[in-house]
Nanobody, 124 residues
């Protein structure tokens, strides 16, 4: 069982940066692939970024490629999402998730554990 707690959300202006953090419980964090997803009001949850168990491989949604960076620190049981050049369309609740599959994976249904999310609001 893995518990995930996100932090770092907030209200920023377009062009600003934010770093989201996700702290995981449990001793086997380094076995899981991790992902960030987001859900805007009235929309379905969508994939943002994923990182494999070791941190050696990442993948991003086209909408954030070049602006967002996912990373992890297995010694601290942490995964991060650095978000630069934020746009109003990035406004959403951002959630981290853990998958028993150790490699990068983009599908929501392949993730086994979810955090409650943190709100990111980008004003124009």
């Amino acid at each position: 069982q893995v518990q995930l707690v996100e932090s770092g959300g907030g209200l920023v202006q377009a062009g600003d940066s934010l770093r989201l953090s996700c702290e995981a419980s449990g001793r086997t964090f380094s076995r899981y692939a991790m992902g960030w997803f987001r859900q805007a009001p009235g929309k379905e949850r969508e994939f943002v970024a994923t990182i494999n168990y070791s941190g050696s491989s990442t993948s991003y949604a086209d909408s954030v490629k070049g602006r967002f960076t996912i990373s992890r620190d297995n010694a601290k049981n942490m995964v991060y999402l650095q978000m630069n050049s934020l746009k109003p369309e990035d406004t959403a609740v951002y959630s981290c998730a853990a998958s028993n599959f150790p490699h990068t994976i983009t599908k929501t249904t392949h993730y086994d554990y979810w955090g409650q999310g943190t709100q990111v609001t980008v004003s124009s």
